[in-house]
Structures are given as C-alpha cells and as structure tokens.
C-alpha cells in the first residue's frame, strides 16, 4: 500500500498526478504547511528536511516498506517500480532525468523565489523581486525552446519531466508570467491539463487549502522572525 504525505503545492501534486496516471491504489494524507504540520515528530520520520511531499510503500524493492522524501525521487521510484514514464531506453531515460534535474534544481526552486518575493515576503524588495521575476521568464524561455519540435520535454513522449513541470506552470501568474508570450508552452500546458489523471491528482486537497494571511504562520512557513518577536 502506497501513503501519500502532501499538500496542495506545486510539489505536492506532481506526486499525485504521477499516482493518478499510474492507476495506483493510494491513500492520501494531507500535511497543512500552512499549520506546520510539516515539523511533527511523525512526519519528520519519514521526511526529516520538513518538506512535503513524502511516500512510504509498505511494497518496497525488497519486498519491505520504504518512505521516500524529496518530490523528483519519489517520481524517479513510482516510474521505476511500474516501468512507465521514464523511457524505455537508456538514452531516454537520461533524457527524462535532465529534465526532471533542470525542474529540481532550477525551474521549480527560482519559480518558488519568484512566487515569495512578489507575494509573502514580509517586506518589499524590488532588487529580488525584479531578480527572480526575470529569472522566470528565462527559464520558461528554456521550456518553449524545448517545446519547439517536440509536443513533450523528453524523449518525444508524455514522462515524468512533463509532470514535474507542469504544476508550476499552472502558478505562471504568481510568476509574473503570461503564458500567451511563450506558445509552444501554453500549447503544451493545455494539452496535459486536458488529461483526466492530471485533473483529478491536480485537485488532491486544493479544497482544504486557504491563503497563508497570519504572519506568525508565514515565519513559521518561510524560516523569518517577526520584528515584533
């Protein structure tokens, strides 16, 4: 049996899309980020950076439970444990897997920075909010060049790299990003969002969700102290 620890985030729901397309039986528990769920002491267990998303598999590769955190290994281990999304060759995979990299490492790290800045940040500062917002464009640039001569990220086909990506796009607004400025990508964006796995694993606990307005759980969220503290 596979438990899923998540929340409504762009993170979040790459997992569940991912579990949606696979046809995978799963139980979802949501961890509230916004209620800093995410520092209990049960599920630091299994996910001891405090993040979310985390999976444990009572059906691990050697026949015993695993829990698993960081979002782009828990994809790299479903695709693997089912075979789908991740190439059928070696030189696909390693296509895939750059991707995946390019969306762990940068595209979904500077988005975040992007989102913060322009929105939570407990003050205005327009040197990182011009910084980041112009290091979004560009890396969407790097998507529509991608996007190009191929309808998907890697290997000519629908895999993981589109999964992971997606989600963020989806907050291209909190970006500072109109999509009409990057076509192949908006093309792409609303050719996934069409499939019924990504409608269904996109709105896993999108109803529990509210605006983070309490600044004591923004610092708690985003690692800053109140002035007033």
Known sequence: MITLYTWATPNGKKISILLEE????????????????????????????????????TDGP?????????????????????????????????EVLQWLMFQMGGFGPM??????????????????????TKEAHRLYGVLEKALTDSGYLAAGQYTIAD?????????????????DQFPHVLKWFNTIAQRPAVEKGSSL???????????????KLY??????Q
């Open 223 to 228: 690692g800053y102290t109140l002035k007033n």
């Open 163 to 179: 999964m992971a990506c997606w989600p963020w796009v989806a907050s291209h607004k909190n970006h500072g990003v109109a999509l």
């Open 62 to 94: 050697d026949g015993k439970p695993i829990s698993i955190f960081e979002s782009g290994a828990i994809m790299v281990y479903l695709a693997g444990k089912s075979g789908k999304f991740l190439g059928s060759t070696d030189r696909q995979r390693y």
């Open 205 to 219: 606990f999108t109803d529990l969700r509210k605006p983070i307005t309490d600044e004591k759980a923004k610092a």
């Open 22 to 57: 696979l046809g995978l039986p799963y139980k979802a528990i949501p961890i509230d980020i916004g209620a800093g769920q995410q520092f209990e002491p049960d599920f630091l267990k299994i996910s001891p950076n405090n993040k979310i998303p985390a999976l444990v598999d």
């Open 111 to 132: 988005l975040g920075q992007a989102h913060h800045f322009r929105l939570y940040a407990p003050e205005s500062i327009q040197y990182a909010i011009d910084r980041y």
